[in-house]
């Protein structure tokens, strides 16, 4: 049955060739560095499950103290701008549909990977097809961009690195900080929200539940810069005790909504700086909040329409 262990390999093998390739790139004076931090992150996702918590925790610890440091920037060998801007002319918009390949490729796997048995099991864990279609679809992208673009497989993996070299360290961010969520809500902090918020929340009333937990997804991933930090402690202390237990709601649908009311806290944190600071970065723009400034009207609104949803929704079904 293919799984998360087939995922993890394969962004182990991305993140080790990044690692290979950094050690041959002499214009880049830190390719050492680069090739440790790369080399390690690798081999937490093949060799994670093998090596236990302490393994695991030194090899985190080893992430830190290179990223401490400071890594480098290299030249990756692939396309020149000369290149990528007659690409851009031939194609013109359709260079973004192996992009958007992922997202559907992933949706539709979501919803039909569990429908493959082989021999009476399943060919893919039920539990897991979310994840195993963005795989899925990456590999379909790269196969599609591949026929159109006629360039080396090689150019794509060097692309792959420059874009890791420029955002770093932070590129880990989202994985550190869902773990850092987890390490929240079991030493507590969700019991603790949720007793103060059954203290500030109308006993009588599923809205203001449903505003706590969609207002606080979006604070809370605002602070933690991070809605899956944020997921589990604000679960944990008023979606499941008040939404679902006290008022009966569906906590398949306060989860989804719950989750996108979040992201709307990432459009507006620095916190979140894989996604709003790194790319001011990337576009040499002068204002580094120029990207939360762009986003917060839609955070905004998309946090109105969620918690209508939800309100709507989740007591309905």
């Given at each position: 049955?293919?799984?998360?262990?087939?995922?993890?390999?394969l962004?182990?093998?991305?993140?080790?060739?990044?690692?290979?390739?950094?050690?041959?790139?002499?214009?880049?004076?830190?390719?050492?560095?680069?090739?440790?931090?790369?080399?390690?992150?690798?081999?937490?996702?093949?060799?994670?499950?093998?090596?236990g918590?302490?393994?695991?925790?030194?090899?985190?610890?080893?992430?830190?103290?290179l990223?401490?440091?400071?890594?480098?920037?290299?030249?990756?060998?692939?396309?020149?701008?000369?290149?990528?801007?007659?690409?851009?002319?031939?194609?013109?918009?359709?260079?973004?549909?192996?992009?958007?390949?992922?997202?559907?490729?992933?949706?539709?796997?979501?919803?039909?990977?569990?429908?493959f048995?082989?021999?009476?099991a399943?060919?893919?864990?039920?539990?897991?097809?979310?994840?195993?279609?963005?795989?899925?679809g990456?590999?379909?992208?790269?196969?599609?961009?591949?026929?159109?673009?006629?360039q080396?497989?090689?150019?794509?993996?060097?692309?792959g690195?420059?874009?890791m070299?420029?955002?770093?360290?932070?590129?880990?961010l989202?994985?550190?900080?869902?773990?850092?969520g987890?390490?929240f809500a079991?030493?507590g902090?969700?019991?603790?929200v949720?007793?103060l918020?059954?203290?500030?929340?109308?006993?009588?009333?599923?809205?203001?539940?449903?505003?706590?937990?969609?207002?606080?997804?979006?604070?809370?991933?605002?602070?933690?810069?991070?809605?899956?930090?944020?997921?589990?402690?604000?679960?944990a202390?008023?979606?499941?005790?008040?939404i679902?237990?006290?008022?009966?709601?569906?906590?398949?649908?306060?989860?989804?909504i719950?989750?996108?009311?979040?992201?709307?806290?990432?459009?507006?944190?620095?916190?979140?700086?894989n996604?709003?600071i790194?790319?001011?970065?990337?576009?040499?723009?002068?204002?580094?909040?120029?990207?939360?400034?762009?986003?917060?009207?839609?955070?905004?609104?998309?946090?109105?329409?969620?918690?209508?949803?939800?309100?709507?929704?989740?007591?309905?079904?």
């Amino acid at each position: 049955m293919i799984g998360l262990e087939e995922v993890y390999s394969l962004a182990g093998l991305f993140f080790a060739v990044i690692a290979a390739a950094s050690v041959t790139d002499r214009a880049n004076p830190k390719r050492w560095l680069n090739t440790s931090f790369w080399g390690l992150y690798a081999a937490s996702f093949l060799f994670g499950g093998e090596i236990g918590d302490f393994g695991n925790g030194v090899l985190v610890l080893g992430l830190v103290a290179l990223a401490s440091i400071g890594l480098g920037i290299g030249q990756p060998a692939t396309t020149s701008a000369e290149e990528r801007q007659a690409l851009a002319r031939r194609f013109g918009n359709r260079l973004f549909v192996p992009a958007l390949l992922i997202p559907v490729v992933t949706v539709l796997g979501t919803l039909i990977l569990k429908y493959f048995i082989i021999a009476g099991a399943p060919l893919f864990d039920p539990a897991q097809t979310t994840p195993i279609s963005l795989a899925i679809g990456a590999v379909l992208a790269l196969v599609l961009a591949r026929a159109m673009l006629r360039q080396k497989i090689t150019a794509a993996l060097q692309e792959g690195r420059r874009l890791m070299d420029m955002i770093g360290w932070a590129a880990l961010l989202p994985q550190m900080l869902a773990a850092l969520g987890g390490i929240f809500a079991l030493a507590g902090v969700g019991r603790i929200v949720g007793d103060l918020a059954s203290l500030a929340i109308p006993s009588d009333s599923p809205l203001a539940a449903v505003m706590a937990y969609t207002v606080g997804m979006a604070a809370f991933t605002a602070i933690m810069g991070n809605a899956f930090a944020a997921f589990p402690v604000m679960t944990a202390g008023i979606g499941l005790p008040l939404i679902v237990m006290r008022y009966g709601g569906d906590p398949t649908i306060m989860s989804a909504i719950g989750m996108l009311s979040g992201f709307c806290g990432t459009l507006s944190t620095p916190m979140a700086a894989n996604f709003n600071i790194v790319p001011v970065a990337l576009l040499n723009l002068s204002d580094r909040y120029a990207v939360i400034k762009a986003q917060l009207p839609t955070a905004a609104i998309l946090l109105f329409v969620n918690t209508v949803l939800m309100y709507v929704l989740v007591f309905r079904f």
